[in-house]
């Protein structure tokens, strides 16, 4: 290890120097960056900043806000980490570089709101009730047709137009036990990690991962202290709060005897998957007292066949559904084949791959809002391969790239509707308890 200066990253020397110097200057990672390819700047890809690393780490450079500017334009895809010839996570040195940028400069106090009180504080789950009368009354709607979307940009106007699925006017964690028994003798029992999305926004997603859970005969835990998974924090460099969530969760559920711990946020799968070991070098067992499945990855692996007898056996002409892989599912949980296995075994619809499934969809959390011109592209050439398919629906693991996909979709007004994998296969299993009984 060299001796770093006072003007070098010190977390990026504590974390990943080896991968600075390991890098080959290949540009392998060139041709599959997404903001590499809307911008050609050598800064947009994983080598150039890899370059400003070893810079900085050395000395040779000093710290400044330009500089922190090229890190956060990243959208930390996990790219880069998969052509790299030699091994290398770039993205993990980025979000290290991102974090020593808070620790010298703090956050601007809008990122200090959203990332320290709405997640950090949990406080998004008090908006909740706003939201809700908000979405029922159509008030974002007439938002759009007022144009103060546009005061914000163009990220802004895209998720004005995302569909919304009906938001209850308490949060999941409010409106659900926190023990919840099988109609049968329980064949085991599993944690559910909620999220802070699918705890407010999204609560369908939550709704139908624990109704299949407890349907195939688990007891379902649902821990009320759980909290946000961190993972937005790590992206954002927060990692002090990124801590704080980790010993929360870790409280959290530790307590219970679990089989394992089940999570239905391709975000959320990765903080708790791919993070946690790497901030406290233990994993998840010792963590949180179980092992952490993404739902899609669960129920293809272990009850494929009973969700079979669960649908329904109406024959109906099927509906074209495409899947769209979520970075944080594919890339960094290895999560693809899960869910279209899910997909194939619903007889209501007949899937339809799209070109590039596995490019992203340029949401990538507070990149949306830092680099609106670079993500609106993005989105909008997902949205073209998507169109192309011919689907009436599309299937994913993200809230984030539901939020971003749909959005993109309707501002073109297009009759394409976005909806979460286990959404769909719930929905299913509710048709095969009408058309079996």
């Avoid at 809307?38 to 150039?48: I, M, N, Q, V």
Wanted: charged share 25%; net charge positive.
């Amino acid at each position: 290890m060299s001796t770093s200066s006072e003007n070098s990253l010190s977390l990026i020397e504590e974390y990943y120097e080896e991968q600075i110097i390991r890098c080959m200057k290949c540009g392998m990672c060139q041709s599959i960056c997404p903001v590499y390819y809307e911008d050609s700047l050598e800064t947009g890809c994983a080598r150039g900043k890899l370059a400003l690393s070893e810079a900085l780490l050395h000395g040779k450079l000093e710290p400044n806000h330009k500089i922190e500017m090229i890190f956060n334009k990243c959208l930390l895809c996990h790219a880069c980490a998969q052509v790299c010839p030699v091994g290398l996570s770039p993205d993990k040195v980025f979000a290290a570089a991102r974090a020593e940028m808070v620790k010298r400069y703090d956050m601007p106090w809008i990122k200090s709101l959203i990332y320290r009180k709405l997640l950090g504080e949990g406080k998004l789950s008090s908006l909740t009730g706003t939201l809700s009368l908000a979405n029922r009354l159509k008030l974002f709607v007439l938002a759009r047709s007022l144009s103060i979307p546009k005061i914000f940009g163009k990220s802004a106007i895209r998720l004005s137009f995302a569909t919304l699925p009906d938001i209850p006017s308490k949060p999941f964690l409010d409106r659900f036990p926190e023990l919840l028994e099988p109609n049968s003798k329980p064949i085991g029992t599993v944690g559910y990690f909620v999220g802070c999305a699918q705890n407010s926004v999204f609560q369908d997603v939550s709704e139908a991962s624990v109704n299949i859970l407890l349907a195939l005969g688990y007891r379902v835990i649902i821990p009320k202290d759980q909290g946000c998974c961190g993972f937005p924090h790590y992206g954002a460099g927060d990692f002090e709060t990124l801590k704080q969530k980790i010993i929360q969760n870790s409280s959290a559920f530790k307590k219970y005897k679990l089989d394992a711990i089940i999570i239905s946020c391709a975000t959320g799968g990765s903080g708790l998957k791919d993070v946690y070991p790497e901030m406290t070098k233990e994993d998840n067992l010792k963590t949180l007292g179980a092992n952490v499945y993404d739902i899609s990855e669960f129920l293809a692996l272990k009850h494929l066949d009973d969700l079979k007898k669960m649908m329904p056996t109406d024959k109906k002409e099927k509906i074209k559904i495409t899947y769209h892989d979520a970075c944080h599912l594919n890339r960094l949980q290895g999560i693809s084949s899960q869910p279209r296995q899910l997909l194939r075994i619903m007889p209501s619809y007949e899937l339809v791959e799209m070109e590039n499934s596995t490019k992203c969809c340029g949401e990538g959390g507070g990149f949306t809002f830092y680099y609106q011109d670079i993500s609106s592209s993005i989105a909008n050439r997902k949205k073209e391969t998507i169109k192309n398919t011919g689907a009436k629906v599309v299937a994913l693991g993200c809230p984030g790239c539901r939020a971003q996909i749909s959005g993109a979709l309707k501002q073109e007004g297009l009759d394409i509707d976005t909806k979460h994998t286990v959404c769909l296969l719930w929905d299913e299993i509710k048709k095969g308890k009408d058309s079996n009984f």
